[in-house]
């Protein structure tokens, strides 16, 4: 009896030392935060604090650098070897969601259901991806510029008009105290031009295509509306308001050293603008003719769909979106936290806060990118469309022939699954 | 020749060494401005963009911005990864397409003839032409690992060096270099009875100290700068190389000082090996000139 | 070469199969399924299935049409012209997009025209514009590149055949840059090249005494292309300088010292000496510049991502555009076999231009 005793309770015990590691279930991540300091250690931070705060699942971390993300993914999914957890940018998720990389999330949504829209990735009526963060672009400037050129300070009941932009940025190029009066950032080749720019074209009546049926973009890339940006953009180019190509370098110090009267920049370099200048301003986006527009949406979690253990993927994710950590994202990388609440935890989008005006911004002013398996070809299209005429080539043949592009992409995809 | 005299015969010599000079400064600038400004502060460096000072090492200079380049990515990671690739692809090269080329030289099989066309004409190929299908088929081939029948290769060391340990041109050059070495050694070893590997291994290979190197070093330079297969099958950090690397840098807040130092640090290994060796290293690319 | 071989079948094959093998697994079979993916509609990755298209990828890139157009005139008859006093045509597109008359034009997009006589004027209409944009871009640089730096790089090795002390010291930087990864030259070129404040720009201001304007190497459409070929060149011209020079060390100097006795001119003894001694080198330098320019990639991809208007594109950096960037696998698959057909066709060429006259 003593002999049973005795080797029960050293099996408890061994099975009791061994067992929380035993049971635990090992998850694989990837994220794209590899090379940037601040991010990394925020994703390791809340991997850690689900891994301590439960003893069903175990996350482990990979990092890939931002710019070969997307194509890692990819090779991924070629090879079979997707993590259980992955990050997507909102604007991709449809197209992984039809191309079969990720399955829908299995999280409450009641915890969702204060989220900013934009960082809620939905498809196909199902929840595929959720974010901690929403990305807004706003006209950057100083209050001093705007007093000496005369300038109202525009606000976000009561934008700038078209007009009133124009006359901006004349005033800005006739003091001759700038380079260029406008930095659009044309240095940021890649997902900028889409998420940037077409705003604009949005906000003059057009889209990058016809939202809807998704099955076409002509009308939208180049009907009149579209037209019309088009040759206000190729303007602002060739009368000098703005430099067509750009060096990276030049981008991110040019309106620190004054180059620039105005700044089209996102407010993830705001915090870079806030501490060179006392007077730093975020201006909302001009009304071009369709109400002011800027983009949404940026990167979000989902869930791959070879992953076996999408319960454990989907309560990682839960844990995640806690208001805690939608504050530390934002005051680590400057990104609009996804709920108001978190807002307030936040030195930069609280009450007062310097940034607090994004979060109304987004509210009242985005737009998501096109929500269709197609845009990761629209956007390349659309792209290379205003590089083009940036560089003067002509508006409607362009326009014309990047809504061939992505119609024949379409029809080439059976419709994206539209 | 005619109109050099005792005294226009320095001049001329002035305006030799003057050409030369300007010529020498025009191929090596850009080194020396990467040099040089891995050393400054990124706002510094870019300002002195603008002037001379860019060639100078002026101003503000420390090692701040290795420090922080070795803080943001694994390089010391990325260049074991880069030598060990490109070292185990140009031994495993050395082997294989010397082993191949003996067997066009020496050897009479049937199909010979074939084989050696088929293998010149894909000289022809460009590699850009079959990089998407053989990525596709990187992506399903089997490995036998630790763990059994592992498949797709992406992700791994084994991408990056057997698709490339068999190409024509190291081939063609062993089949050249093989083609003049003196046949009577061959003879004689044949008649006294050495088996093929032996002869392989004793004789033709302990003369082929020049081609080896020739080959060694054009494949090392090929392998240690290769971008777009590393770009396309390599993402997972531990297995990447140091072109892929690069990408850590060019975050949303580009540090060009950093980036100036990465630059640094992976190209003055090999420019410091190919300085030592620089005459062994020209002779033996010379060399392959004479005989094509 | 041993006289006396003997039949070695098993010995041949395994000597022969490791790096046979490799090469049929590595290169044979992908540049086949190259081919068959080209004729499919096969994506990345994708739920719809691949189906047999045929000739459709070729098509698309390849597709050309032509069509004749009158000049525009007003009511009384009169031409209209534009302010340069040249005529003016009716709009393309009225022909290109949804014309029913003209179906087999439609979506192509203008290429060149050329007159005819008289007012009427040819248009070339082509349907993909980018790639034979590319194709025009990729032959020019071999075709400007193959010479210049094949020349460029004999007179380097010229230069470098002299008696001179520290001579030696040229050739190793003359040399150098070869060594150096392309990408790592792109990047640096790149400062080089900058509109704004590069290096090119300031060194021009300061040589012409400030008469020099700035101007934007990469970013405008005239000078991108040469100025990726400038720095293409730099890089690549030592390798190149070497196998000349060790060309040049074989030429016999009694040769050189007949020519002196004749009392043959430079110029005379370069022809007549050094050149023929040459030929076999020429050769060579000459195929392996044009088999290395026809990969032109990397730069761009770091430097102008094929912009800016197109001016930089090439046929590789289509073909991995098109595959990876867009996914689009039969695309970029065709792309690269027609890449292959025009490199195989231009190294006929050559050989049939090199070949042994008697």
Redesign the interface.
Known sequence: MKFLKLSAGAMALTAGLSGHAWAQTALTMWYHG????VESQIINQIVSDFNASQSDWSVTL????????N??V????????LPDILDVDGPVMPNWA????MQPLQIDESVIANFLPGPKGYWDGKLYSIGLWDAAVALVTRQSYLDELGLRTPTLDQPWNAEEFQAALDAAKNSGKFDYALDLGTAW?GEWYPYAFSPFLQSFGGDIVDRSTYLTAEGALNGEAAMTFGHWWQDLFANGYAP??Q????R??GFANGKYAFSWNGN??AL?ALSTFDDTVFLPAPDLGNGPKIGAASWQFGVSASSEHPDGASAFIQFALQDKYLADFSNGIGLIPATAAAAAMTENYKDGGPMAMFFGLTEAQALVRPVTPGY??EA?VFE?AL??IA???NV??TL??AV?EIN??IE???GY?H | MALVTPENRGLRLVVRYTVLTIIAVIFCFPLVFMIMSSFKPSQQLLTDTGSLRAFLPVGDLSFDNYIEAFARAPIGLFVFNSMFVTGTTVILTLLICSMTAFSFVYLKWRGRGLVLSIILATLIVPFETIVIPLLLLASKLPWLGLHGIEWGWLNSYRVQIIPFVADGLTIFLFVQYFKDLPGELIEAARVEGASWPQIYRRIVMPLSGPVMATAAILKFLAMYNSYLWPLMVVQKEQYRPVMVGLQYFFQLNIAWGEIMAYLSLITVPVLAFYLLLQRAFIASIASTGVKG | MASKLTQSNRAGWLFALPGFGLMVVFIILPFFFAISLSFTNQRLISPNPTEWVGLANYRQLLGMGMITLDAVTDESGQIVRDDTGAPTYPRLREYTRNNPDYPHLDGMKQWFSFGRGGEARTFVLARDLVFLTAVKNTVVFVLVVAPVQGGLALVLALLINQKLRGINIYRTIYFMPVVVSIVVVSLLWRFIYDGNNGLLNNILDFLSFGYFEPVNWLGNPKTAFGSIIGMSIWQAVGFHMVIWLSGLQTISPTLYEAAEIEGSSKWQTFRYVTWPGLRNTAILVLIVITMQAFGLFAQIDVMTNGGPLDSTQTIVFQAVERGYGKQDISGGSAISVLLFLIVLSISLFQRWLTRERT
């Open positions: 590899a090379g940037n300091e990979e990092s890939f650098p931002q710019g070969a993300y194509d890692s990819v090779a991924g999914a070629l090879a079979g070897s039809w191309s079969g990389y080749t067509a190509t060096d990276g370098a030049d991110d110090t993830w370099a870079g990761v070809v390349k290379k590089a083009d560089n003067g080539a409607e043949d014309d022939a061939d024949a992409d080439r995809n059976g699954g």
